[in-house]
């Protein structure tokens, strides 16, 4: 067994005897894992609680009850593999460990030679449980309320895609950037008909417009300088799957239109070639443009935008979400603690007014980055974006209610009343978006909660105000 197989890995081992322990410890060092040791279940739940662990080796029965425990409880990610150890005649333990998660089993005594072996069997189960969280993490893409509508939406495409099966209509994603279109893209190809065939994605921004066409389409040899061989193009690799074409408006005119003549015809000609190959692709489009006013400027064909405009998704920019904000802020902030090893940390109120406060030009992608980094270099026990007050908005907002003459050099405080005028922004707010309380909460950048609790209190006064 080759030195360093576990380099990198860090694994908790939970034993009493402290002759094993060590010999336990010594044989998994010595293959470069990182050890912690525990020699209870209320010391293994106080390390677990500190580290995400990649692996964990437990002995069933400990002074203070049973590892099992452990499993019970949930305490351990679906990222951590665990392995439990029992003696001989109670394999019941190693059976009900194994019912609640645990991926192998040891019989003590054991000879340690066997450790590295049951240890990297451990290690690949791992892996193969993390590539179907992370599936699961797209599947389970958080939409919140406020992309109710756009859940509904992409399930009805889904339905229609079950019913063709075979060529299906593409996909138009519009969208700012930042706000998950390519995670939508993901999303629709992992739950439709086409999941076990491949997606190839595509930043046709980042192609240069000389190989463009080459990428996409491929060539043949000698098609042109450097073309010693043939090569494959893209639309061919997504044979049978999805191609996902993001920032579909960055390529020039006569591309955009063999991208045409590939949706309606389903055959492309590569470079240099006379042959016509045919092919089967979902399509999938993404941008961030107005297509309909790139078309007036003549950078976008108008025959293109009609044939993509079939499955139309908008997707709203972040500062449109309302309290899904919060929402989202959570789950990345469960997420960015879970991947540095971090105990999962909370957002203050402060901190939560303000995310609610900040315009997101960036949208979800920033947000996301923001919180990552408020988790690194946070040093209070909640997340409170203080270092972030300034780019959060908190400035520029005073500053845009003083211009509105909200807090003018003659504003007189004695006869103004905070509860009537936040009131009367909701009332405005209710008017504005027909009575529609998660509308008004996004116009508000508010959580609805809040909305329905102030209008609930307002319910409530005798005088109705």
Same mark, same amino acid.
């Given at each position: 067994?080759?030195?360093?197989?576990?380099?990198?890995?860090?694994?908790?081992?939970?034993?009493?005897?402290?002759?094993?322990?060590?010999?336990?410890?010594?044989?998994?060092?010595?293959?470069?894992?990182?050890?912690? #040791?525990?020699?209870?279940?209320?010391?293994?739940?106080?390390?677990? $609680?500190?580290?995400?662990?990649?692996?964990?080796?437990?002995?069933?029965?400990?002074?203070?009850?049973?590892?099992?425990?452990?499993?019970?409880?949930?305490? /351990?990610?679906?990222?951590?593999?665990?392995?439990?150890?029992?003696?001989?005649?109670?394999? @019941?333990?190693?059976?009900?460990?194994?019912?609640?998660?645990?991926?192998?089993?040891?019989?003590?005594?054991?000879?340690?030679?066997?450790?590295?072996?049951?240890?990297?069997?451990?290690?690949?189960?791992?892996?193969?449980?993390?590539?179907?969280? !992370?599936?699961?993490?797209?599947?389970?893409?958080?939409?919140?309320?406020?992309?109710?509508?756009?859940?509904?939406? #992409?399930?009805?495409?889904?339905?229609?895609?079950?019913?063709?099966?075979?060529?299906?209509?593409?996909?138009?994603?519009?969208?700012?950037?930042?706000?998950?279109?390519? @995670?939508?893209?993901?999303?629709? !190809?992992?739950?439709?008909?086409?999941?076990?065939?491949?997606?190839?994605?595509?930043?046709?921004?980042?192609?240069?417009? *000389?190989?463009?066409?080459?990428?996409?389409?491929?060539?043949?040899?000698?098609?042109?300088?450097?073309?010693?061989? *043939?090569?494959?193009?893209? /639309?061919?690799?997504?044979?049978?799957?999805?191609?996902?074409?993001?920032?579909?408006?960055?390529?020039?005119?006569?591309?955009?239109?063999?991208?045409?003549?590939?949706?309606?015809?389903?055959?492309?000609?590569?470079?240099?070639?006379?042959?016509?190959?045919?092919?089967?692709?979902?399509?999938?489009?993404?941008?961030?443009?107005? #297509?309909?006013?790139?078309?007036?400027?003549?950078?976008?064909?108008?025959?293109?935008? !009609?044939?993509?405009?079939?499955?139309?998704?908008?997707?709203?920019?972040?500062?449109?979400?309302?309290?899904?904000?919060?929402?989202?802020?959570? #789950? /990345?902030?469960?997420?960015?603690?879970?991947?540095?090893?971090?105990?999962?940390?909370?957002?203050?109120?402060?901190?939560?007014?303000?995310?609610?406060?900040? !315009?997101?030009?960036?949208?979800?992608?920033?947000?996301?980055?923001?919180?990552?980094?408020?988790?690194?270099?946070?040093?209070?026990?909640?997340?409170?974006?203080?270092?972030?007050? $300034?780019?959060?908005?908190? *400035?520029?907002?005073?500053?845009?209610?003083?211009?509105?003459?909200?807090?003018?050099?003659?504003?007189?405080?004695?006869?103004?009343?905070?509860?009537?005028?936040?009131?009367?922004?909701?009332?405005?707010?209710?008017?504005?978006?027909?009575?529609?309380? $998660?509308?008004?909460?996004?116009?508000?950048?508010?959580?609805?909660?809040?909305?329905?609790?102030?209008?609930?209190?307002?319910?409530?006064?005798?005088?109705?105000?």
């Amino acid at each position: 067994m080759p030195a360093e197989m576990l380099g990198g890995l860090t694994i908790l081992i939970v034993e009493d005897e402290v002759l094993l322990r060590k010999q336990i410890a010594a044989r998994l060092q010595a293959l470069g894992a990182e050890v912690s #040791l525990a020699d209870t279940v209320a010391a293994a739940r106080k390390s677990i $609680s500190a580290t995400n662990f990649d692996l964990a080796l437990l002995d069933v029965n400990l002074p203070d009850g049973r590892a099992t425990d452990l499993l019970k409880e949930k305490l /351990f990610p679906l990222s951590t593999g665990v392995v439990v150890m029992t003696a001989t005649g109670a394999l @019941t333990g190693a059976v009900e460990a194994m019912r609640l998660g645990a991926v192998d089993y040891l019989v003590k005594p054991f000879d340690p030679a066997e450790l590295p072996l049951v240890m990297e069997r451990a290690r690949r189960t791992r892996q193969a449980a993390r590539i179907e969280e !992370h599936r699961r993490d797209l599947s389970d893409l958080f939409f919140g309320e406020a992309l109710a509508g756009l859940e509904a939406q #992409l399930e009805k495409i889904l339905v229609a895609d079950r019913r063709v099966q075979g060529a299906l209509a593409p996909i138009l994603i519009q969208g700012e950037t930042g706000t998950g279109k390519t @995670t939508i893209a993901r999303w629709i !190809h992992q739950r439709g008909p086409r999941a076990a065939r491949p997606l190839v994605e595509v930043n046709c921004s980042a192609l240069p417009e *000389a190989l463009a066409e080459s990428e996409l389409f491929g060539h043949e040899r000698g098609a042109f300088t450097d073309a010693r061989t *043939a090569r494959m193009g893209l /639309f061919e690799a997504a044979d049978g799957g999805t191609l996902f074409l993001d920032e579909l408006p960055s390529l020039p005119l006569p591309l955009q239109a063999k991208v045409l003549s590939a949706i309606e015809d389903h055959k492309i000609r590569r470079v240099g070639g006379n042959k016509m190959i045919s092919i089967d692709v979902r399509l999938i489009a993404a941008t961030n443009r107005d #297509l309909k006013e790139a078309v007036a400027q003549g950078r976008f064909r108008e025959d293109l935008l !009609h044939r993509l405009d079939l499955y139309r998704v908008d997707i709203p920019a972040l500062r449109e979400r309302g309290g899904d904000i919060l929402k989202l802020a959570e #789950l /990345f902030a469960n997420r960015s603690c879970q991947r540095h090893r971090l105990p999962v940390k909370t957002i203050s109120l402060a901190g939560q007014r303000r995310l609610l406060s900040y !315009h997101w030009p960036g949208n979800v992608r920033e947000l996301d980055h923001e919180v990552e980094r408020e988790i690194v270099f946070g040093e209070s026990e909640e997340l409170e974006f203080n270092q972030f007050a $300034s780019a959060l908005g908190i *400035a520029s907002a005073a500053k845009e209610t003083e211009s509105a003459g909200w807090l003018s050099k003659d504003f007189q405080f004695e006869n103004f009343s905070l509860d009537a005028a936040i009131n009367e922004l909701i009332r405005l707010a209710m008017e504005r978006s027909s009575g529609n309380v $998660s509308a008004a909460a996004r116009l508000l950048g508010v959580p609805r909660d809040f909305v329905r609790y102030r209008l609930g209190l307002k319910s409530r006064k005798p005088n109705g105000n």
